[in-house]
């Protein structure tokens, strides 16, 4: 954005809409540089975060640090030149994060050496069999072990009396114990608007709700939209309410004739927790039917020991082209990584359904190749690739 155009846009702006110059500033991205120690091998990296989501900054920075990191650089400022901005100050910097939503991006992060990666996935599981099939599901064998456990009770409600205790006793303050600075709120009046295609499910214990969880009916699909527990109390999560929760959202979803329940969005990050817990519970990744199209390009700006050893760490879902699914595995530097090993870590993910094909990404020559994996589970879904090929 030059200044000619910033000048521009302040002046209809003002006469338009009367918005002072914090608030056109409000418009542009925050630009963010921070140094620490890199959770997984103890190495110092510096990365650069530039977009508005506080939360998945937030998230972000948890991920790669062991520990808060020093805040190097804050600044609201335009979008052009940032990367090279950055570069030139910063003389360690290894990543960059762009929030790469909007449309204008698209041509500002053509032939930066980087990545596509969507913030968030969606996990679905197919409930088409009997309910009697799938409680032989060893998910669900878990989920009935724990009701039995608790002697858990249901009802169901929509009354505007119960909507307001699950928002503001069980649903916030359990985000906020549970997620702190990386929690998503849905404001209320957001929440009030889906009444008409959702109810609530109570789950109690000896007379008293323990959880809450909010069930969406969609066309095609019941959702788990939003859960929580009282008072954001995780004695009840660790006793076993959120199987409770689980197990008889899917129930009331097959009672009313559907053939999909989805698990709700999760981050890209094969190893985040929550992604873990619903692919544990049979879910596959499916295609978006309600969360946002946002994205995260990630910018390769210097390789280090330190972003090496991350990037190794967080496998994650990626875009190669818009709308195609696959996972990007960096390879740790071995001469005795074998087809095996490859095989054994690609199934330890349990993601086969969803996912067009795994990329094993080695940071210099590879040690194999595609047709090694001929006569595998995985023939013709492996690309073994070098870090240049990924980034041109």
Known sequence: MSNKFKSVLRKVSKKIFGNTEEEISDL?????????????????????????????????????????????????????????????????????????????????????KGIKFPRWIECTMDISDSFENLCKKKAFKNFIRKINQNNYETEYSNSDENRDDFYYNFYKPYLAKNYGATAYFIAYNYFNSMKDHTELLLLKKEGVTVGMVLIEYLEEFAHFAYMGFKDGDETYVREGATSGLYFYSIQRAQEKGFKYFCFGPSKS????????????????????????????????????????????????????????????????????????????????????????????????????????????????????????????
Do not use: H
């Not at 985040?272 to 910018?299: H, M, Q, W």
């Not at 490859?342 to 940071?363: P, T």
């Open 28 to 112: 542009m991205p925050s630009v963010k540089v921070f140094q620490g120690i890199e959770k997984s091998n103890s190495n110092e990296i510096t990365i650069g975060y530039v977009g508005n989501d506080i939360q998945y900054e937030n998230y972000i920075l948890e991920l790669t640090f062991s520990s808060e990191p020093k805040i190097l650089f804050n600044k609201k400022q335009p979008l052009e030149n940032v990367s090279e901005m950055l570069k030139s100050n910063f003389e360690n910097l290894s990543l960059i994060y762009f929030e790469s939503d909007r449309v204008e991006l698209e041509e500002f992060w053509k032939g930066k």
């Open 269 to 392: 990050f094969l190893k985040d927790g929550v992604l873990r817990f619903k692919v544990e519970k049979s879910c596959f990744i499916a295609d978006k039917t309600f969360t946002p199209d946002e994205n995260i390009f990630l910018e390769f700006v210097k390789e280090t020991e330190a972003s090496k050893n991350f990037l190794v760490a967080n496998p994650f879902v990626f875009y190669p082209i818009e709308r195609k699914r696959e996972i990007i595995i960096f390879v740790p530097s071995s001469d005795n990584f074998s087809v095996e090993n490859a095989v054994k870590m690609i199934k330890s993910y349990k993601l086969d359904e969803g996912i067009e094909n795994w990329n094993l990404v080695f940071w210099e020559n590879p040690i194999l190749k595609d047709e090694d994996f001929k006569d595998t589970k995985y023939e013709n879904r492996v690309k073994i690739r070098n870090l240049q090929e990924v980034l041109s």
